[in-house]
């Protein structure tokens, strides 16, 4: 297979994860960009219930591109994760017992979870970005200091006439 036609990476799809996003939101953030390695060591050793889902998709992402794309498992990336939020509510309707004989709907939340992982790029830009950073610090202008503020100031206390010595 031609490796000009091949994806440039590989994704996987978690449908009505059974959880808020808000949860699943604090993980992704937590392994966005980072190296597959990296990443499935964050989420093994995350303390958070939400990691362990993820976790799951990201080694099916994972498996996507070694089997289906013929990507090196050694240079992958997570180079894009996405928690959208499910139907809220539509699916499992819960009664909350209120006052007086009332209920409330509880809102049991779901979650749609998109991982795409991708081969690094090439070690060429890498060494241009290196090259050009203490370039970019030496021309930075420097930064004025702000002009010393001068104490307001005070009023001088005066005796009124006929106050009390």
């Known amino acids: 297979?031609?490796?000009?036609?091949?994806?440039?990476?590989?994704?996987?799809?978690?449908?009505?994860?059974?959880?808020g996003p808000r949860k699943l939101r604090r993980v992704a953030d937590a392994i966005r960009g980072k190296s597959v390695k990296e990443a499935l060591v964050l989420l093994k050793f995350a303390g958070v219930f939400a990691a362990e889902p993820i976790e799951k998709l990201l080694r099916?992402?994972?498996?996507?591109?070694?089997?289906?794309?013929?990507?090196n498992v050694d240079d992958l990336f997570v180079s894009r994760i996405m928690v959208d939020g499910g139907p809220g509510g539509g699916f499992t309707k819960r009664l909350d017992p209120r006052a007086q004989g009332r209920a409330n709907f509880k809102r049991k939340r779901l979650s749609h979870v998109t991982v795409a992982v991708a081969e690094k790029p090439a070690s060429k830009q890498a060494r241009a970005r290196k090259a050009a950073e203490p370039a970019a610090a030496a021309k930075a202008p420097a930064r004025r200091k702000?002009?010393?503020?001068?104490?307001?100031?005070?009023?001088?206390?005066?005796?009124?006439?006929g106050a009390r010595a």
């Not at 297979?1 to 959880?19: G, I, P, Q, T, Y």
């Not at 099916?60 to 990507?71: P, T």
């Not at 702000?146 to 006439?161: D, E, H, I, L, V």
């Open 60 to 71: 099916s992402a994972v498996a996507n591109a070694e089997n289906n794309h013929d990507m």
């Open 146 to 161: 702000a002009p010393a503020r001068k104490a307001p100031a005070r009023k001088k206390k005066t005796a009124k006439a």
């Open 1 to 19: 297979m031609n490796r000009s036609n091949e994806r440039s990476e590989a994704v996987a799809h978690l449908k009505f994860a059974r959880m």
